[in-house]
């Protein structure tokens, strides 16, 4: 059974940073596609970052240059440094894992497994 278990959100002041962990079980992080997608109120899920068996990585324009995922295999977890945060950023951010298509993308409904999300709250 597959497991996807996200943490490190909270309220942050803008301009702060925070890193958001996802640890996985039941698949083996460094074989597969992982990714980071949020959720804003009213809004449409969006795909933040992905990282594939290989390291590659794969941002959204807006977030290139504040945001790096990364993942640990030994630990088999994946991670999203966040810096430069702004209320812009307020979302429910998910975990998001294995990709049914050949191309590591953000796309939402190209994974197959996800996490039950944590929140990150950015106030001015």
């Known amino acids: 059974q597959v497991q996807l278990l996200e943490s490190g959100g909270g309220s942050v002041q803008s301009g702060g940073s925070l890193t958001l962990s996802c640890a996985a079980s039941g698949i083996a992080a460094s074989s597969n596609c992982m990714a980071w997608f949020r959720q804003a109120p009213g809004e449409e899920r969006e795909g933040v970052a992905s990282?594939?068996?290989?390291?590659?990585?794969r941002y959204e324009d807006a977030v290139k240059g504040r945001f790096t995922i990364s993942k640990d295999n030994t630990k088999n977890t994946l991670y999203l440094q966040i810096n430069k945060l702004s209320p812009e950023d307020t979302a429910m951010y998910y975990c998001?894992?294995?990709?049914?298509?050949?191309?590591?993308?953000?796309?939402?409904?190209?994974?197959?497994?996800w996490g039950q999300g944590t929140q990150v709250t950015v106030s001015s």
């Open positions: 990282i594939d068996r290989n390291g590659g990585t």
């Open positions: 998001a894992a294995v990709s049914t298509v050949p191309l590591c993308t953000i796309i939402p409904p190209d994974f197959l497994y």
